[in-house]
């Protein structure tokens, strides 16, 4: 069956360098695959897709995601951490047509 | 403006009480969902609609009912029988179609506290 692991609950980094998410999935398959991101108190907004169209998935706000199938992973990056951009990330991996299988969040703080 | 309307934001239940959870709509799409949020867990889903009148169970169906008489509405109620209704509730929907032509868009949710 279909899963994702994030491999970190929490990460910090200062304003201005890089970040890297981690996101590993399970399947039989190569699956599509999400990262959506959510703002405190908020509902949840689509940063970006894989459809196997493309390996590398741009996004909005300068995110980006490599599918790797040799090493099962789905890892978000942007090159400059921005004070908007802290909230919680999460990694999603379909099941079937009307299942959405979630990771269990990676909380990204920015200090300034 | 097209999108998701949950209402309340904030609502306290009290032990034994049912309590209703709206969820609006206006991008006709065919498919719903309501999913629970609690701290570390990320989301799981309670219920999903495909078309109206008809619905299946989630994963976490225990405690809470639903009803689809609409194709813009899915309600979702706590029952007195969930044991642990305290969390964060978010409605979603999407295009009945494969998950690569589409995508989920969620509401703003409701969070329930039990008192």
């Known amino acids: 069956a279909q899963s994702v692991t994030q491999l970190d609950s929490h990460v910090s980094v200062s304003e201005g360098t890089p970040v890297l998410l981690r996101c590993n999935y399970s399947?039989?398959?190569?699956?599509?695959l999400f990262w959506y991101v959510q703002h405190p108190n908020k509902g949840l907004q689509l940063l970006l897709k894989y459809t196997s169209a493309a390996t590398l998935v741009k996004g909005i706000n300068g995110f980006e995601a490599e599918f790797k199938k040799s090493e099962t992973s789905f890892h978000l990056t942007k090159p400059s951490a921005h004070m908007s951009d802290a909230a919680e990330y999460f990694c999603?991996?379909?099941?079937?047509?009307?299942?959405?299988?979630f990771g269990a969040g990676t909380r990204l703080a920015v200090h300034p | 403006d097209g999108g998701i309307t949950q209402s309340p934001k904030y609502l306290f239940r009290k032990e034994g009480q049912n309590v209703t959870l709206s969820c609006e709509q206006n991008l006709n799409h065919d498919a719903m969902y309501w999913y629970r949020q609690d701290p570390g867990q990320g989301l799981r889903l309670i219920y999903y609609?495909?078309?109206?009148?008809?619905?299946q169970k989630g994963d976490i169906a225990e405690g809470y009912s639903v009803s689809r008489e609409k194709k813009e509405s899915f309600p979702l109620t706590v029952t007195s029988a969930q044991k642990n209704p305290t969390a964060f509730y978010l409605c979603?929907?999407?295009?009945?179609?494969?998950?690569?032509?589409?995508?989920?868009?969620f509401g703003q949710g409701t969070r329930l506290t039990v008192v």
């Open positions: 399947s039989s398959y190569s699956p599509s």
């Open positions: 979603a929907s999407s295009r009945e179609t494969t998950w690569e032509n589409t995508e989920a868009f």
């Open positions: 609609s495909q078309i109206v009148n008809d619905f």
């Open positions: 999603v991996v379909p099941r079937g047509y009307n299942k959405l299988i």
